[in-house]
């Protein structure tokens, strides 16, 4: 799966984080520092389960389980807010 941000959304990285600015409707979305982290690899070309091993190796507090439903579930949410596309 690779993921890729639909040609009408931008990007700024923020201190904590990431913002993300779908230009057709003027809504925003503001990640927090894993979200970003996740985006952030996801959008380079990182398998889900990768950006999930490399999530719970940063937090080891995180089960790798965790992360990856974690994973799944910003995927899931930037799909449903029409912020991204998988190619």
């Keep these: 799966m690779t993921l890729a941000l639909q ?3 931008s990007t700024t990285r923020a201190d904590h984080g990431m913002v993300l600015l779908d230009e057709a409707t003027g809504r925003y979305w503001q990640l927090n520092g894993t979200a970003a982290l996740v985006l952030s690899a996801l959008l380079d070309g990182v398998p889900p389960q990768e950006a999930a091993r490399r999530l719970a190796e940063r937090y080891p507090q995180v089960a790798t389980e965790q992360a990856a ?18 190619a």
């Design 7 to 9: 040609p009408w959304v």
């Design 69 to 86: 439903d974690d994973v799944a579930t910003l995927v899931a949410s930037l799909h449903r807010a029409r912020l991204v596309v998988t």
